[in-house]
């Protein structure tokens, strides 16, 4: 197996076209074109998860962390970066980040698997990704409509919600007159022909509608196919930033705390003034999310739970829900596992491992003090 085969998969999970701007996702060292002798998943590429893939026999590391952000214009080794990718590349060590488009999958992503571990139901994004979807329109011989459309379908188009295969079709009279040189599907050249014809609609991610229109086009009869591609306003409700969801029954705030500590393995949990009301709807954003507290806000929510929040963003909670800063590693901290199922599920008979370095840059001291308003914990 090709590391291209574990790459094209994971393409498929989170499409390169969700990252944002700033983001650096992708096949970072190594060729796609080296066999795979075997994938490590991790949150972070350091030089001791480069040391135990040359243990374990793996010479692909897929990590939701790129090791490489921005350009490096000098390789000397001065930091843990440098080090890693000199590392990397020395023992030939393939390294893939999947980021912030895997963060902007809802329910196959980062925030999806928290949601999982805190049984949230009835799911929504918390900012939905702009100009992400763009309607088809196309033209074509009634006989040949169900043949464009399931060519259409089969390219990854017509997906609405959780609703597969959508379009829809009218029919009507198209003309067209072949000028010289024209080899046409029906009529003679230098005739105009009327033909009965359908108008296919369908809606499609932006970022499939080459392969969408290559499907169509290979399926449909004519030489020359009339369609128009539109951008759409409509958001996709599968693909943006954050979550938002429903727990079965109403919990009491500090019992909450108490079970997020619980199932996150927790020592310390920043938070805001509790407010006194039960927590029933949860946002949550893993990473730094404190661009999405006026998201939480509006949801709804009782309680947001994200990390790396500012001191004076704490006072936008504004005593309407309780934010809660639970660090950075600790939401994401299921994301090896994430990675690990997924991969193995789709290569069974393949070695698919899960780092055992723990990575997370942050150690808290919780030995008791004197006073202070931290009760004893730092």
Known sequence: MLISDIVGHLELLAPPAYQESYDNAGLLTGSGAWECTGVLTTLDVTEDVVKEAVVRQCNLIV???PIVFGGLKKITGKNYVERTVIAAIKKDIAIYAIHT???NMVEEGVNGRIADKLGLGERQVLLARESTLQKLYCFVPVDHL?????????????HIGGYSECSYSVEGFGTFRGGKGTRPFVGQPGVRHTEKEARLEVILPAYLSRPVVQAMTAAHPYEEVAYDLVPLANTHSGVGAGLVGELPEPVEEKVFLGMLCEKFGLSVVRHTQLTGRPVKRVAICGGAGSFLISNALASGANIYITSDVKYHEFFDANDRLVIADIGHFESEQFTTDLLFDNLREKFRNFAVLKS???????????GAMESGPAEGRL
Request: zero cysteines.
């Open 63 to 65: 990590a939701h962390h």
């Open 101 to 103: 488009n895997l963060d």
């Open 356 to 366: 055992d370095v723990k990575t997370n840059p942050v150690h808290y001291y919780t």
């Open 146 to 158: 169900e043949a464009v459309r399931s060519a259409i379908f089969a390219a990854g188009a017509g």
